[in-house]
Every structure is written in structure tokens, then in C-alpha cells.
């Protein structure tokens, strides 16, 4: 007798070994219709493979995203390779996995295509999805499989094999009766019909096997949804993502360059270091009124103390590393340990605890160049970075207090679709399993009693301990993870911090790692993303501009300036000797929130006519009502 147990709890017994169709079937026809995979024991294997023993099982259909990942991989292993074998005969495969969203295959042809050729390769897909074969998949063992590829000539799949460590059970899938063959991980789609609506989308070089040494291959991508709709919904939020593309408006706009001689550093000019400076004002206020003290640490530290924190043996690699004298010094990656040191100094009562420190910490990463983008990831960077030193029963409140701050913040900025994940120990990670369970647990008891839901996401946790994840969605669908909360036992220990409780003795406190926006830097790309450069209006570099029709208005429009700067509200005057519907235009280029028209008729009768970004409606205000008016609008309460 087999046991078959299921997600819900529901368990059934049969007589013999089965495979995943009989499995689908069992519990409903229609499941059984929509079934693209199984998970057996939490491992993704085809509908075909049997399974012979107790196990759990999960049936996979396209409603998840592992069953479109699972189409998104036959699409490229069965439907664009063998269109391009079709096409392009000579050709010569070499490997087509999966990617968010989408799908690639490199393939060596005897010339160069274009994307000019999309169209052609599109629609050679179709017409094999078309026909709708079957997938059959079948074992093989080293000689076998080698075989079928030297006698196709597909070098790289060769190599692929010989460069294995297995002998056997090289999985090869068959597409119906064709003679079209691949060798893939898997698992597949049992029939071709089932594949929804796709797209190509790029055309890139990539080295076989990401060697500089090897052949220039040229790599196909491509993505997939279920259906049309799903499909149309994901081009279009590309077509706004590269419209809203943080790095081009940066340039538009004269917020910030980039330049090789400080490849992943930012050069802010002055507009974008408004920006700057205003969030950052933003965050230190807030700290200030929630009960965090502000520090600041040094930027070198010698390795001693990063080996005894555990940063030199798991991130040397990303760290910058320099000298002095016989010392060996490193950059710092993160604030943490000296935040600890901090923490040392003097003898700590319980009666100090919590205690919240927050740095705006400048910290270097070696991140490859290849890795770098724009400022959603750099070498340098600032955090808002904050620890939060307490006892363990102070865990859930200071929880529930940091993730009404950040959903506090998070709104202030626009933000109001902000999903939680509670990631637990990842496999590199410092501290015994028996520390790993006392912070998860820990944690999962604070966020479950702040009242806050949340989703699984398994080992992601951080180095030191579980961790939760703050992902925002933005003004197009997108999610971005820039929040943080760590619970850590292990550093306070590594690095002997203590405090006197009531009994007298010396106790270990939990230190709690926290961070809102993350980087600033990367949040002011998602900021300019989400906004498409048209920021809100108390964080623009240019709140208002003062648009004169002629000089004889230059007067009027300095004294309403004078009044504005006075009210901490940012402005310039436009005074060009230019038709007013150019200055219009070009003041609305640079996302200007308010433009006001001063001409002959304002001077005379002390009011302006003002314009807001994306309307063309203009208003007639007196120059009190118009001060007002902007000062309450240029302002966060």
C-alpha cells in the first residue's frame, strides 16, 4: 500500500506505485486537466514520474508561479530551441533555463541574427505550440546520451555531459513524433497546448559559460504568462519601466552623473542632492521623535574586529580592503559592529534598555561591475541604518513599534501596498541551530502580536539571524524589498556586549537590526521610478518657479521669491527673454511642481496666475492667497 499525503491535511492510500497524472486525477478531473507538475517531498518532478514510496505531493498548475516558471522553461527548451533548429539548421544549442519573468536560450548560429528576425522566430513558435505535441521524457544513461548529441552534432550539450559528474539518469525530453530532442533538468509541460502567451524580448552576447575564453554566443530572451491579458499587463509595465528609468532622468533632470573613474559611486549635483538632504532631514526627524539617538562611526576598522564579528571570513570577498603601517584595514560593508562598540562604552543597566541608535552610514561593497546599476545598486552607498539594543521580552514591542514607524514612513512617501516576509536561517548564517530557533520564534511571536500578516521566505533569513522583509509595490506593479528587521543573538555575543539587569549580573542583550529606506540611494531610484521624476512637492529640488511674460515683472517676481525663501519653500525665478509658452514647456520638462505667470496685469494687481505640473488650468490668486497656497503644499505634516 502506498500513503499519499496532501497540502490540506487529506491523506489516500493506493494499492501501486503511481504517477502524477493518476495522482491529479484522484482528487478531481478538472485538476487533473490543469496540472502541469508535481512536487513530491518538496522536489518538482514531472506528471510522468512515478513515485513509489510514502510521500507528500502537491499538484502544480499554472495558477502558481511555479507552474509558470515550469511553462517558462518549456517554452525555451522545447519551443524556441526547436524553432531555431528549424529555422537556423546549423545552429548549436547550448542552454535555455528560466529567469523572473521569463526565459533565455544561447545558441551559436553561423551568423549573427537580428531582432529584425523576432517576428519570424515568434511566429515558427506558434506554429509548433500550435500542433501541440506531447513532451515525453525518458532516462539515459552517459554513452546514451552522449550519443544522441554527437549525432546531432550539438557540441555544447556534449560537453554539458561529459562534464558531469553522473552516469546516469540524463534526463531527455522528446517532443511528440518529431525527431527534436533536449537535454534539461526539467520538469516540462506534458503537451504543448498548454502553453499560454509569450513574447521575445532581447537580444545579448554571452560567453559559453560565462568565460571570455570561450565562444560568443548569442542569447534570446524572452517572457510568458498564462494568458494574453497577463501578458499585455507585464510589456506594458516594461514599456513604463523604461520610460520611468531612474538613470535617464537622473540626466533629464540634473540630479546626478556617473563616471568609470568612480564606477558605483554617485556624483550628486545640486537639484539631486536636495533630494538628498530633504529625505534625510525626513528620517533624522522622525528618529529624533521616536527615541533614537544618532551616531556616527569610523569608515576604517581594522580586520581584527571584523574577524572577530565573522564578517572576514564570510564577506571578505565584498569588502575594500587598505593598509597602514603593518596594520590591515577594511572599509566598512556595514554599521553593525560598530555600533556595538558604541554600545560597550561604560557599564549598560537594564534600566537604559531599549536603547536605539541610528547612523547615516557611508558603506563601500566590492560589487562586480558587471552588477552595478545606476543607484539601485552601488559601491558606496548610506543607510539608515539603526540598532536597537534590548532585553528579549522587549522583542514584540519594539517590533510593533518599528513597523508602525515604517508603515508611518512608507505612507509619508507615497507608499501604501507594502507586503511583509518572514525570511528564516539561511545556509551560510553564524550561531548554533539552538540560537537560530530561539531568534525565529522570537521574532514570528513579535510580528504575529504587532497584528501584522506576512509571507514565508524560506532561508533568506540574514548572517546573524531571521529577518523581516518590507516590500513595496510601486505605481506600476512592481515590488521593491527595502526594509529590514533582524533579531540577533549571535553578534552581541561574538563581540561581548553585556548589560546589568535587575539581578545584579551581567546579561546579553538582543540587538535588533533595522533599516527603512535601506540605501538612500537606491530609495530615490525607486522614488523617481515610482513618480516618473514628478516627485511630490516637499521633496522636489524646485518646489516653484516664477515665470515672468517681461522684465518690467523681474521686480515683482524677486519680492514674491524673497517671500518663498523666507517660508522654506524652494523656487527660481525664470527671466529668459523667451515666449511664455517656452518657458512653460521647458519648466514642466524639468517637473516643476508649480509654475507661477507673472505679466503686466499681476504686477498691477498683486496676484499670480498659477499653473500646477500635469494640468493646464490656471489659477488666479492674490499674493497671500498664492503664499499660502504653497506653503501648504510644499510642505509634509
Known sequence: MLKISFPDGRTQTFKKELNGFEIADSISKS????AVAMKVNGVLMDLCD??????????????SDEGLE??????????????IKNLYPNSKLAIGPTIQDGFYYDVLFEEKISIDQFPLIENEMKNIIQKGGKIVKSLKKRDEALKIFQKKNEIYKVQIIEDSEQNDNFQIYQQGDTDFVDLCRGPHLHDLKAIGAFKLTKLAGAYWRGDSNNEMLQRIYGTAWKNDKDLDNHLFQLEEAEKRDHRKLGKELDLYHFQEEAAGSVFWHPKGWTIYKNIMSYIRKKLDSNGYKEVNTPQLLD??????????????DEMFISGSEDKTLAIKPMNCPCHVQIFKQGIKSYKELPLRMAEFGCCHRNEPSGALHGLMRLRSFVQDDAHIFCTEQQIISE????CNLLMEIYKDFGFEDI?????????????????????????MNAVESAGYNYELNPGEGAFYGPKLEFVLRDAIGRDWQCGTLQVDFVLPERLNASYIGEDGQKHR?????????????????????NYSGRLPAWLSPVQVALATINSNCNDYANEIASILRENEVRCITDFRNEKLNYKLRELSLQKINFIAIIGDREFKNKNVVLRTLGSKEQEVHSLDEFIKKIKNSCRID
Not at 485538476?31 to 490543469?34: G, M, N, V, Y
Not at 512515478?50 to 510521500?55: T, V
Not at 580586520?303 to 571578505?316: A, N, P, Q
Open 509 to 529: 542583550p538582543v540587538m535588533l537590526h533595522r533599516a527603512i529606506l535601506g540605501s538612500f540611494e537606491r530609495f530615490i531610484g525607486i522614488l523617481i521610478e
Open 50 to 63: 512515478s513515485i513509489k514510496s510514502d510521500s507528500t505531493v502537491e499538484i502544480i498548475t499554472l495558477d
Open 419 to 443: 507586503t511583509i516576509k518572514f525570511s528564516d536561517r539561511p545556509e551560510n548564517r553564524a550561531g548554533n541551530d539552538e540560537v537560530w530557533d530561539q531568534a525565529e520564534k522570537s521574532l
Open 399 to 402: 517590533t510593533s513599534n518599528f
Open 70 to 83: 515550469i511553462m517558462r522553461h518549456t517554452i525555451a527548451a522545447q519551443v524556441l530551441a526547436k524553432a
Open 31 to 34: 485538476l487533473s486537466k490543469k
Open 303 to 316: 580586520r581584527s574586529l571584523w574577524e572577530d564579528s565573522g564578517h572576514w571570513e564570510k564577506f571578505r
